[in-house]
Nanobody
Framework: VQLVESGGGLVQSGGSLRLTCTAS????????MGWYRQAPGKEREMVAT???????KYADSALDRFTISRINAKNTVYLRVDNLQPEDTAVYYC????????????WGQGTQVTVSS
């Protein structure tokens, strides 16, 4: 399974953006998909995840400005971020876990989001 992210870039504080991640490959079915981020000098942290049944889960810090969504038929997950703040500057990584008791977790290469004040 390969994950390809897009939608990052340089955004002014208060702006919005939408990140997109599409999974490709052969003979796979995805369970949980989601977004993590890693800011400079910090550990990677979960931002939001969403199950195949479209049940979302957010980090406490992402409850008010982040929206995760997913289209199963396209193996695609989105993350919309509103009112971006400088502290949102990070590399955002897409993750996906395959269905099954021994589900495998895959990661994208990351997309940089930089918020200027």
């Amino acid at each position: 399974v390969q994950l390809v992210e897009s939608g990052g870039g340089l955004v002014q504080s208060g702006g919005s953006l939408r990140l997109t991640c599409t999974a490709s490959g052969s003979d796979f079915s995805l369970n949980v998909m989601g977004w993590y981020r890693q800011a400079p000098g910090k550990e990677r942290e979960m931002v939001a995840t969403i199950t195949r049944a479209l049940t979302p889960k957010y980090a406490d810090s992402a409850l008010d400005r982040f929206t995760i969504s997913r289209i199963n038929a396209k193996n695609t997950v989105y993350l919309r971020v509103d009112n971006l703040q400088p502290e949102d500057t990070a590399v955002y990584y897409c993750m996906a876990q395959t269905v099954g008791p021994s589900g495998v977790t895959y990661w994208g290469q990351g997309t940089q989001v930089t918020v200027s004040s």
